[in-house]
């Protein structure tokens, strides 16, 4: 998984008719020693005759706990409040069973997690609705990383990100990206930095986040990145202290690396099969040339049978990894999974193995996409054994590929082994998600690394026993100074990989609190707020590998401190309070929340939820007859349904001119790759497409200009711009824009490619990665197409009209369509829209298939 630290929101607002106007947002981080503050405020106007809904939705990092929501309606404030979960539950259940909605925290991708609340505003009022969260950074991989993702979908009037950094220890590097900015918006972005101190400003006027000026779209759809780290000194680490609290960074630089003993341990059961296995080949080869002439490695692969590679480790020489490699191309998937036996497997080739260097880490890499489904299949007895076998010695990481495994499985199986779980999801950078996995563990530096303070000075230490520590990442231990003290002490103890390392360190305390007085910008309490942020990840964590009793005993201090500091984690719950005295709660989910349904229980009560944020969807079974619990079934299996046609992209999506009606139109592929799809010699424009091998999804489109002469060829790689026989390729890596007589040619990074020449239509053509690469295609400003417009997709620009008779109603599901003079009965249903966000509501269409 790509290195992350701190993800900005993706904020967004429905909008209902463009009645509701968001008039002004606000998003204010405050980064002090890695424990960033962020407050984003939105502010909202009805400009309707009547009431309008808004909903407001952020999307945050999964790591961030809320601390604060409020709306202010009209000056009445109403306030969000922080809860024992099933507290909360409780006295929230009576309003479900009148039909309100709960769950409002979902999870929405690999990073992010998606908080939204709906209020209904008068005619002519506003509401101002804010939102504050906090998190301690990460560091990984050398950096921290504050992604903003931007999404107003709207123009806003006062638009600003503000980002505020304070690092005592120095700023070594910091730096700026986007996928979307323009040279217009890089004028509206702002960066000032000095030794400590850091502004980032990005304030676009309402000009600056147009596409053009002929359309009130906005250019403001995508991420906004700020990238930096801190810089340190050889000894042990820096020490912060404010109000008694301090924190404790330890992040040792250029050390040299120990040799690795590896095993990955590669699932190829059935469910692997195509994609899968093929992203996991892919990572496979690339991480094998990473490997360091030093380390000794081995495969094992499993299905319900385990075969070994070799029967010992190999160490990484150029003839092992071309022989590894010949090996990774022949994975085929077939078969059932033998987990327990795979990893036993692993553990028994570590301890028969000789000629190891004295000094180096062995660890095991297990990747699976399912539950055990040969051998042993009861998780509980497989962790045991497990971690008998493997008895401290060894590290395991376990990688979960996609949402039919037990991730709860994996993660308490890697914590209760000196490891750590990762989801690996299934996109189009799978394999890079698996690269950038093996990256952060492909280089410990330390082992065994122990950081001692005074033990009658310091009360409510945070973990200071750690049993590796890898380059790029940072070891954080925080504590409360229990005692008047001059001087902190600290000494560190760890094998590095040529000795035995002590480490000390004396921080003047008057001194170190001195550090943070004067600062405006700073929140006074941080570091006590830091220390109890990395406090309950820690207990939680604890929790998730401990015996049931002590179990309850690290929720119970996690609770108290979650209350106490007023965190939504997985043991609390936000109460929102809306008018008429409706309530509604936000629940922190976990990793482990973010599976698919798999079975549904004889009786009782059940709620459902999907992963996906285009997937909100629950259902309460309730203890009844066979007759209600078999219609109940069916609802769901229909919703499963619906939710998985909602999810795909129709080949092709028009607005009907003069109609405020969509055509989702997919073409029959069996007839020919090549369609021509619109022609229209008044415009001098030629439009034809390719549809991919083994997709249903176009894969390439020319579009053909007569005046000036330049045809453009579009692929999902890249594209081909020829004019008076010269050849010009465009990126789709880098945001770009070039004119050829008068006809312009803009590429949005990794988005779109949009073609437009005076009073002529506007060609768009969208990049969608997800799930299979292909392009899609529509046009802006289709009044211009004249009436000898044809092709497949032309026709329906001059010749396309519902039966007069048909009924027009919105709940209508079929309807009679006449295109050419053929008719053809058409059926509503909803689609995901390439011309918005792949993570947007999907969109309601008439669905026609045709063959060309």
Known sequence: ????????PNFSNSIIQHAVEIYSLHVDC?????????????????????SREATFEVELPKTAFITNFSMSIDGEVYPGIIKEKAAAQNEYDSAVSQGQSAGLVKITDRKLEQFHVSVSIAAASKVTFQLS????????????????????????????????IFEPQGIQSLETDSTFMTNELTEALTKVQNETKAHILFKPTLDQQKKNSELDETLLNGDFVVRYDVKREATAGDIQIVNGYFVHYFAPQEMPVFPKNVIFVIDRSGSMTGRKIEQT????????????????FSFITFNNKVVEWKSSLLPATEKNVASAAALVQTLTARGGTDISGALLAAVAVLEKAEGLPERSVSMIILLTDGQPTSGERNVEVIQEKVQKAINGKYALFCLGFGFDVSYKFLEKMALSNGGIARR???????????????????????????????????????????????????????????????LLPVEIKAQSHTSNLTLKEEANVKEKEQV??????????????????????????????????????????????????????????????????QEELANKPTEADNEKPSSLPAGGALRVKSGSSAGRWRSELQTGS???????????????????IANEHPQLLLQLPRQNERICLNIDKRAQTS????????????????????KNHFVQFDINYVNPPVQIHVYTHAILVSHNNKNNWLSWTKSTSSTIQGLKMSVEKERSITASLPDTVTVKISLVRVPDDFLGLYFLNTDRFSDKVTGVLGQFYSKAEFESNSNNDQSAVERLLRVSGSEHKVSRLYRKDYRLESASEPVSCWSIDLTP
């Open 1 to 8: 998984m790509a290195p992350t630290c701190l993800h900005f």
């Open 133 to 164: 969260y906090e998190e301690l950074l990460k560091r990984q991989l050398g950096k921290y990383e504050l992604l903003t993702k931007v999404r107003p979908k709207q123009l806003v009037k006062h638009f600003q990100i503000d980002v505020h």
């Open 424 to 486: 690996i999801y299934e996109n189009g950078d799978a394999a890079l998600q698996l690269q950038g996995f093996y990256q952060e563990v492909a280089t410990p530096i330390l082992m065994q690394i122990e950081m001692q303070y005074p033990e009658n000075s310091i009360e409510g230490l945070t973990k200071n026993n750690f049993k590796l520590f890898f380059e790029g990442s940072e070891i954080i231990v925080s504590g409360k100074l229990s005692n008047e003290l001059d």
């Open 675 to 694: 369609v021509h799809l619109l022609s229209d010699p008044e415009q001098g424009l030629t439009v034809t497409g390719k549809l991919g091998d083994g």
């Open 516 to 581: 943070f007085q004067n600062q405006k910008y700073i929140f006074g309490n941080f570091i006590e707020r830091l220390w109890a942020y990395l406090n309950i990840q820690q207990l939680l964590e604890e929790a998730i590998s401990a015996q049931e009793e002590h179990q309850k005993a690290l929720e119970a201090q996690a609770l108290d401190l979650s209350l106490r500091y007023s965190f939504v984690t997985p043991l609390t719950s936000l109460v929102v309070t809306k008018p008429q005295q």
């Open 30 to 50: 405050k980064v002090t020693s890695r424990f960033a503050h962020t407050v984003i405020t939105s502010r909202i106007v009805n400009r309707a005759n009547e």
């Open 281 to 296: 080949r892919d990572a496979l080869l690339k991480i094998l040339q990473d490997l360091r002439q030093e380390d000794h």
């Open 626 to 644: 066979n007759r209600k619990m078999f219609s109940t079934v069916s609802r769901l299996r229909g919703a499963i349904r619906a939710e998985t």
